[in-house]
């Protein structure tokens, strides 16, 4: 592709024809700012936040969309640009329903930011505020109207998840973000991810807080409250509290919760350790019993909303594993409390979770209600905050047994291709009993879509990883019409996994246009498997006890009463 040498700010840049304006000014180290274009999720053109002068346009043109000429010059800064920009402003924040001291956007809201940086006067436009109520309809999301800006980034993030529960509904001043036939969210095709949270400048949309409820259990005497975390969150929590992106901060977040009250804190990192024992011992048993091949993967509970809603015929190839987050909802209320002679309804079970489908997944009824509460990394985050607890001054400490002890199969869970990697470990290992190989680097990383092959001891094992539901659609269809042939398919909803889950804290633009965010959280669950002596789920000392004092083996009569779920066809409109 050829190059193209422009000036941006007086500054000499030289980018691929087909370069953005936008991208060319970041290379140029220069900020434009943006309240609709998101790097790898939208760019439309619509917020007029962007406008700059270009040598060669009739008037402003939007840096997002413009691209770049040989010889242009472009002006960023210019009166004219701030005037329009501070006007777009303003002509937002006549109608936005200006609750900035209790937002949980506070201080993280890109239109405060921006409108503090231009000055924005608030009142300039005295325009219609009408109140609507919030959308509570779903237990993991509040949908508030009075606050959107019409950015159109939830639309975008739904619409590349495949699913297109939301979109823009209306005219003029009374156009707004729903669901068809002004449904509510709960009764729309959403599958719960969370990425239009994620994705959102303001406060409009945010997860259902059980924040509260957690309190009252911990300050209840005749409640024992156990917290467990999931792999991804000991990447990302830090990101709350100032810390660079991709730091691990597991040591710390196990002071803080620990500090919350008197709580346990365990690690799930345990349980996917049991779903991996569970799943390829599944895998196994189907391949060899001629079992309903491909098996997909159920531990994104996303993904499984999905399928029983727009794939129902794929329901048989799900397996049959719960979700770590609820292996060990069950765990806890079984075996935990059998051993320690505590009675279930005396447990109050709270998983950290990164992801707002899971929040959704507590709420099952096949789930019978074992864990009691999920919050968030960002409700787990302003916990520790309201608790004054001074985070990053926080000494390392290690996760309660009997649960701390994971395998690095169990850690990298939390990353796209890390469920494959770590039933790989294990499922090799079974038919193998001298496979040594614990890295599988084909199934790292974040392309939509990873394919590999790999021959143990004389079979051939084909193996699909995807993540974002459009990739999982793009499987799906491929594996129903024949075109893709595989024995195991992992799917994460969420591009990039958990580490890039709809709980996760929530980055300004600047940051999230400019770091490869889902890489450098990923990185550090990998260089955490790395360090851990026990590499694979099956050599974990811990999942020898378990199975050795309660379930006997994997998918043995009392772990499919614990561990394992079913699934029903939910078609919607
Ligand atoms: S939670 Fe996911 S599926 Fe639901 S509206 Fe948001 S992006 Fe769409
Ligand atoms: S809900 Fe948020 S992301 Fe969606 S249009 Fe409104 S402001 Fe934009
Ligand atoms: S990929 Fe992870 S964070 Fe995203 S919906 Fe699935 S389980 Fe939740």
Known sequence: MANVNLKINNIPVTVPEGTTILE????????????CYLKDVACVGSCRMCLVEATGARGLVAACVYPVAEGMEVQTNTPKCRKSRKTSLELLLSKHK???LSCERNHNCELQRLSAEYGADEDRFEGETLEHPLDLSAPYVVRDRDKCINCNRCVAACQKQHVGAIGPI???YNVHIGSAFEMSLMESVCVGCGQCIVACPVGALKERTTVDEVWDAIQNTQKKVVFFTAPSVRATLGEAFGLPVGTNVEGKMVAAIRRLGNVEVFNMDVTADLTIMEEATELLNRIQNKGTLPMFTSCCPGWVKFVEQKYPEMIPNLSTCKSPQEMFGGLLKTYYCEKNGIDPKDLYVVSVIPCTAKKYECHRPEMNGEVDAAITTRELARMIKTAGIRFTELPDEEFDNPFAICSGGGTIFGATGGVMEAALRVAARALDGKFEVVDFPEVRGTLPIKEA????????VRVAVANGLANAAEIIEGVKNGTRQYDFIEIMACPGGCVNGGGQPTLPDSIRNSV??????????????????????????????IYAEYFGSPNSHKAHEVLHTSYKADKRI
């Open 516 to 545: 490869e965010l889902k890489e450098l959280r990923a990185a550090a669950l990998y260089r955490s498997d790395k360090e851990n002596k026990v590499r694979r789920s099956s050599d974990s000392p811990v999942i020898d006890t």
């Open 24 to 35: 060319a000014a970041r290379l140029a180290h220069i900020e434009i700012p943006t309240l």
């Open 170 to 172: 209306g005219r003029g």
């Open 453 to 460: 092959t790999y021959k143990i001891a004389g079979k051939t």
């Open 98 to 100: 200006k609750k900035c």
